[in-house]
């Protein structure tokens, strides 16, 4: 699971889900205008569990944003923050029961 920002939409965060979050991050580097890094802020979860239904722990995150923070477009952008995201993603996998390490919370 990820949350991030775009240094263009500062007042947007986006939640999703990967298994290659490398690939993913370079996808959004490309998304900035301005040369750089295209990302602002970012958390990324990695769930330590062998096996978890990773599609129902996104749709969790998702519906518990949709009761929170307005949409911005789509189905996974939002008009909130990071720390909106991490809040909700963390109690959606401690709900769960899944262990996870959050293995990047960066701002830049």
């Known amino acids: 699971m990820y949350a991030i920002v775009l240094r263009e939409h500062m007042d947007v965060v986006k939640v ?63 008009r909130g923050s990071i720390h909106d995201a991490r809040k909700v993603i963390e109690d959606v996998l401690s709900a769960a029961g899944l262990s996870y390490i959050e293995t990047a919370c960066i701002k830049t």
């Open 16 to 78: 999703g889900r990967t298994t290659s979050w490398k690939s993913r991050r370079r996808e959004y580097d490309t998304w900035n205008f301005a040369s750089g890094d295209g990302i602002y802020e970012s958390a990324v979860y990695c769930i330590t569990e062998e096996y978890a239904d990773l599609n129902g722990i996104e749709n969790a995150c998702i519906e518990a944003l949709n009761n929170m923070l307005p949409k911005h477009r789509g189905n996974e952008w939002f």
